[in-house]
C-alpha cells in the first residue's frame, strides 16, 4: 500500500486457478483528475475489467473474494 496525499486510485486483485492470487488491475492519478464520485466509477470498471482477466485465466473471482 501507499499514501499520497494528492492521489486517489482504485484496484481489484486477479486470481488464476481456482483462487490463486496472481496480480492486480489499478488505475490512480491526482485526486483533482479522480474525484469520490469518478472512483465510485472507476472502481466498477477496474473490478470488472479484473473479473474478466480472472475468468480467462481460470480463476473464479466468486470463490476467491471469500479467500482470506
Not at 500500500?1 to 496480480?23: H, K, Q
Not at 488491475?25 to 465510485?40: C, Y
Amino acid at each position: 500500500a501507499e499514501y499520497v496525499e494528492s492521489a486517489n486510485g482504485v484496484a481489484s486483485p486477479i486470481w488464476r486457478y481456482p483462487t490463486i492470487l496472481t496480480g492486480a488491475v489499478s488505475v490512480a492519478g491526482p485526486a483533482f483528475r479522480i474525484s469520490p464520485e469518478r472512483i465510485e466509477l472507476l472502481g466498477k470498471e477496474v473490478r470488472t475489467a479484473a473479473e474478466e482477466i480472472s475468468r480467462a485465466l481460470g480463476g473464479v473471482p466468486e470463490q476467491a473474494s471469500s479467500v482470506s
